[in-house]
């Protein structure tokens, strides 16, 4: 379990999380939803320990980080190592022995190539793995299916209905909300650094369908197009 107790973070005199209180439970997978600039990259990075914060982050498994597997939108890589020692760069950092690389690379990445060489989806996949290889017990997926094929959205999508099975804790964020109604168990709307909804998968119809209200409403209109 993590519990998050007010939680509040500034840049400067920006507020970006304002006093967030949510729990989140283990074998349960969470969505995340909220425009861009809402805070949710921010709350991701509170949690993984790379921003500071005022309030409370508490786990099961202490210090979190140390148990966290993050994926961000955009990972990032050293321009000359390749996507094998990549992988057990990550592994070694959480004393993790890969014994057959190859036989774990679900998504048949040239793992000795170059990750400069990868395009965008093969980056995030490879990131992917890592944290999967480090056998955490949490999960952020800060948008996992953005810019990935459709083949490896269905194994991603697998992946983390897996991970539920075992009892590892899941978050996500998407801005596809079909990808949340097909692994989440409850999804949370946050909306200027405040979470101002939470709803469980019988009402996503619901939530998806306000959501789509209120983004476009009658700007179509205002388009005129013909």
């Known amino acids: 379990m993590i519990r998050i107790a007010d939680l509040s973070k500034s840049f400067g005199t920006k507020n970006v999380l304002r006093n967030i209180n949510v729990s989140f439970d283990a074998g349960k997978v ?3 939803v909220g425009e861009n600039g809402a805070g949710k990259t921010t709350l991701f990075r509170c949690l993984a320990g790379l921003e500071d914060y005022e309030g409370r982050i508490e786990s099961d498994l202490t210090p979190l980080k140390n148990h966290l597997g993050l994926l961000p939108t955009e990972p990032w890589f050293f321009p000359k190592i390749t996507g094998g020692e990549y992988l057990r760069l990550l592994c070694i950092a959480r004393q993790v ?6 036989s774990q690379n679900i998504f048949d990445l040239p ?3 170059y990750t400069s060489t990868y395009s965008t989806g093969m980056r995030k996949k490879l ?4 944290i999967l290889l480090q056998g955490n017990h949490y999960f952020i997926l800060d948008e996992p299916f953005n810019g990935v094929d459709i083949q490896s959205n269905i194994m991603i999508t697998e992946i983390i209905h897996r991970l539920q099975s075992i009892n590892k804790t899941v978050i996500i ?5 079909s990808t949340l109604s097909d692994t989440c168990n409850e999804i949370h709307l946050l909306r200027n650094g405040e979470f101002i909804k939470s709803v469980q998968k019988e009402a ?5 369908q306000e959501m789509k209200e209120q983004s476009v409403g009658k700007k179509l209109e205002n388009l005129k197009l013909l």
């Open 30 to 32: 969470y969505g995340i």
């Open 204 to 208: 996503f119809g619901s939530l998806e």
């Open 111 to 113: 793992l000795n190539q």
């Open 173 to 177: 964020s998407s801005h596809i909300f």
């Open 97 to 102: 022995k890969l014994e057959d690389v190859e």
């Open 127 to 130: 990131a992917f793995m890592a």
